[in-house]
């Protein structure tokens, strides 16, 4: 049996220089990998990236100046239960919540919004204790899922790996004459695993 050790150190140039002691005869052995690509899966976010893919654009802009936005970070691992949804670039001060469903699709200014909807089926809302938001200051909210606990329509279902759920999130918004009105951001599909 032969004992050895390896060592390695990945350098900002990504390569990953290494080296190898043999225990049994002394020797050491250096090596070089070189051009190493490191890969961000954006469907389970390891390398902190966003999870989920951007559809339902270009967003209607609200009074804050730009479209808002609708993000996802976390895992998209039905198992770890731990995918957060972040709104941001809506009006300061707002209040809004988070919305789902199965099945995407396209309404032009719902209810005399000033958005588009971008759900179509059963829609759930999330607007339980602690789910209603205010987007602060900063014109952002988030919140976090419980993947077990997702509104469908007047229930609550588990979402189970391979399937795919929309999000948006809708907020009020300020029309034109000052009046109360609303908005929403992008849709966000995510595929569970």
Do not use: C, K, M, Y
């Given at each position: 049996m032969v004992h050895q050790d390896t060592i390695g150190v990945l350098n900002t140039g990504n390569n990953l220089n290494f080296t190898t002691n043999n225990f049994s005869n002394g020797t050491n052995h250096n090596g070089c990998i070189r051009n190493i690509v490191i890969a961000n899966d954006t469907t389970l976010g390891p390398l902190g990236g966003t999870i989920g893919t951007s559809y339902c654009g270009p967003v209607v802009p609200n009074t804050s100046g730009g479209p808002a936005v609708l993000t996802g970070s976390g895992s998209a691992l039905v198992a770890n239960n731990n995918l957060t949804l972040i709104a941001e670039d809506m009006?300061?001060?707002?209040?809004?919540?988070?919305?789902?469903?199965?099945?995407?699709?396209?309404?032009?200014?719902?209810?005399?919004s000033n958005g588009n909807l971008c759900l179509g089926g059963t829609i759930g809302r999330y607007v339980g204790m602690g789910q209603i938001k205010n987007a602060g200051a900063g014109g952002t909210f988030d919140l976090l899922l419980n993947l077990a606990q997702t509104p469908a329509g007047p229930v609550f279902v588990s979402i189970a790996a391979g399937?795919?759920?929309?999000?948006?999130?809708?907020?009020?918004?300020?029309g034109p004459m000052g009046q109360p009105q609303s908005n929403f951001t992008n849709g966000l599909a995510v595929t569970f695993m």
């Open positions: 009006p300061a001060n707002q209040f809004g919540f988070f919305l789902t469903s199965q099945t995407q699709g396209f309404v032009t200014n719902p209810g005399g399937q795919t759920w929309n999000f948006q999130a809708w907020f009020r918004d300020i």
